[in-house]
């Protein structure tokens, strides 16, 4: 069993910043890429950032490049993502998710990531 708690979500001014934390509890990780998901009200629920867990390859959305950073702490069993100069477009409820993988990490569909969280709230204000 797998399981993934999200925290760290909460009300921020434009500008500002805030690091999400996933704890991941479970089987082994060393085979696990580690995602970030948001979903707006009324949107799709969008791939934001991927790290894997052995090596801390990272890849990211376009929207997010440059302004949030996720990494990985393997002693604590948690990824981050560190969320700057956060705009109102960021507000969406933040999913963690963890897929298996065995070459490419890179896809960004839903349906490639087999756990979920359940979710933390982000509300950047203007």
């Known amino acids: 069993q797998v399981q993934l708690v999200e925290s760290g979500g909460g009300l921020v001014q434009a500008g500002g910043s805030l690091r999400l934390s996933c704890v991941v509890s479970?089987?082994?990780?060393?085979?696990?890429?580690m995602g970030w998901f948001r979903q707006a009200p009324g949107k799709e629920r969008e791939f934001v950032a991927v790290?894997?867990?052995?090596?801390?390859?990272?890849y990211y959305a376009d929207s997010v490049k440059g302004r949030f950073t996720i990494s990985r702490d393997n002693a604590k069993n948690t990824v981050y993502l560190q969320m700057n100069s956060l705009k109102p477009e960021d507000t969406a409820v933040y999913y963690c998710?963890?897929?298996?993988?065995?070459?490419?990490?890179?896809?960004?569909?839903?349906?490639?990531?087999?756990?979920w969280g359940q979710g933390t709230q982000v509300t950047v204000s203007s």
């Open positions: 790290i894997t867990w052995s090596g801390g390859s990272t």
């Open positions: 998710a963890a897929r298996y993988y065995s070459g490419n990490f890179r896809t960004v569909s839903r349906s490639d990531y087999r756990y």
């Open positions: 479970g089987r082994t990780f060393s085979s696990f890429a």
